[in-house]
């Protein structure tokens, strides 16, 4: 039996740590991103988006979240005039969600915004742990990414 209390056991464990790490950054990011009127998941569809046209269900898809989900994402995305809807010409019954001048704009703004928040989250590393640290999550992200779809 350890001689350790329970809490200190819990609150040294790694997994235990990655997800208070995990929740740190995502509360840092939906303030950063509010600046925008947007939030995180909102933000991570629109640049999914900028990068290629897509049907909603590609979309969701990618971005893993439910149908229901995105569709509240996209209705806000197309309210804020970030995203069209437009007919795909290749087939009739599906639309792609295309990103418009304002959402490129905005994307670009709020990614060139987050490299700052990202390296004074990351400021107590030293660019080489930094490097490390997130050739390690990647690894482990890859490892694991298709357990949590």
């Known amino acids: 039996m350890s001689t350790r209390g329970a809490a200190e ?15 740190f950054a995502r509360q840092r990011i939906e303030e950063e991103v509010d600046r925008w009127g947007l939030t995180g998941k909102q933000l991570r569809v ?6 290629a046209a897509m049907s909603q269900r590609d ?3 990618l ?15 197309e309210r804020l005039r970030y995203v069209s809807r437009v007919r795909n010409t290749a087939d009739r019954r599906k639309y792609l969600i295309t990103v418009t001048e304002d959402g490129a ?14 390296a004074d989250f ?6 080489v742990e930094r490097s490390l640290l997130n050739n390690m999550v990647a690894r482990l992200f890859a490892a694991h990414d298709h357990e949590c779809a």
Do not use: F, Q, W
């Open 9 to 23: 056991r819990i609150s040294t464990a790694t997994g235990y740590m990655l997800a208070r790490l995990g929740d």
């Open 105 to 118: 704009r905005v994307v670009e703004e709020v990614l060139a915004h987050m490299v700052k928040v990202e």
């Open 46 to 51: 629109l640049a999914y988006a900028r990068d």
């Open 63 to 77: 971005a893993r979240m439910d149908r229901t989900t995105m569709t509240a994402v996209i209705n806000t995305l």
């Open 59 to 61: 979309l969701t898809a």
């Open 122 to 127: 990351l400021g107590p590393l030293t660019p």
